[in-house]
């Protein structure tokens, strides 16, 4: 599913705690001094797009799921499981199912309709008779863009693989995907990159064969830095941030850090993106 065509309703970006993943985010960027004028904003988006193309940031349409994958020498189980964590991320990132939802058990359901993979059956489980829980929740599974927003050029992909050993005789591997978006945005004059980072985490069990009713653990975390104003607080709604929110610096940062790369695991994104100021401090009523 193309990401240009993602054209409505929040990044469910997530500084509060992801409680059913056990994960949380605290990644929103502060500015001092004055609004930035068009003409600032027009020049820190072509300074990103550079450093995007230099980093070797490949464009969404350009993006070959299918081509994600680890080293042939990997176990059988991983190999198979490749192509499921892959088809997930992809469709709870960027598919319409995914933009659609208002609720979180909406969002899993809708996703998990649209893959059919009964891998992640336990995904839709977790939720279900929850129909209160809201979207800060569902920001864990998909990126959803305010209506006030426009895709200002094509989105940029970066995805990686990271695979570990486990002591569990019942479990193969533990697999850690990585899905980075770099997403330009603009809201009238204002033109902006932000980044939505997306890593799933997927227990292989032994014997592991894709499509089998399997009950396999998988966690999910994201982080957002750049793309969304205070007012995400309320209707989890991602926007152009204003600016007191958003640095082109860390952003650039978060591009250079987060880009194509052989490796980038679950603790690459912890250890890499956890700096940035207090949001209460920044959203303070």
């Known amino acids: 599913m193309a990401l240009n065509s993602v054209t409505r309703t929040g990044v469910l970006l997530l500084t509060i705690a992801f409680v059913a993943s056990g994960c949380s985010t605290d990644s929103i960027e502060k500015q001092s001094g004055p609004t ?148 330009p945005i603009t809201n009238g004059s204002i033109n902006r990159w932000g980044v939505y980072v997306y890593t799933l985490e997927f227990t292989v069990p032994k014997g592991y064969e894709a499509g089998d009713d399997w009950w396999a653990g998988t966690r999910v975390f994201t982080k957002s830095p750049g793309l969304m104003t205070c007012d995400w607080m309320t209707n989890y709604s991602a926007n152009v941030a204003d600016d007191k929110m958003y640095d082109p610096s860390h952003v650039r940062d978060v591009i250079e850090f987060t880009g194509p790369r052989e490796s980038f695991s679950r603790a690459d994104l912890e250890g890499g993106l956890d700096e940035g100021p207090d949001i209460k401090e920044i959203c303070a009523p």
């Open 36 to 183: 930035a004028s068009p003409t600032a904003s027009t020049s820190n988006f072509e300074t990103i797009e550079n450093i995007l193309d230099s980093a070797g940031w490949i464009d969404e349409s350009a993006f070959d799921w299918s081509g994600v994958d680890t080293s042939a020498s990997q176990i059988r189980e991983v190999r198979a499981a490749l192509p499921s964590m892959s088809s997930w991320v992809e469709a709870s990132i960027f598919s319409d199912e995914a933009n659609n939802a208002t609720s979180t058990l909406d969002m899993l359901e809708d996703v998990q309709n649209l893959v059919e993979l009964p891998e992640y059956d336990n995904l839709v489980e977790e939720y279900e008779g929850d129909r209160d829980d809201g979207l800060e929740n569902a920001a864990a599974y998909g990126l959803v863009l305010s209506p006030n927003v426009d895709l200002s050029a094509e989105p940029r992909i970066a995805v990686s693989t990271d695979v570990n050993e486990v002591e569990d005789e019942s479990s193969a591997a533990v697999i850690d995907m990585t899905a980075r978006a770099a997403i």
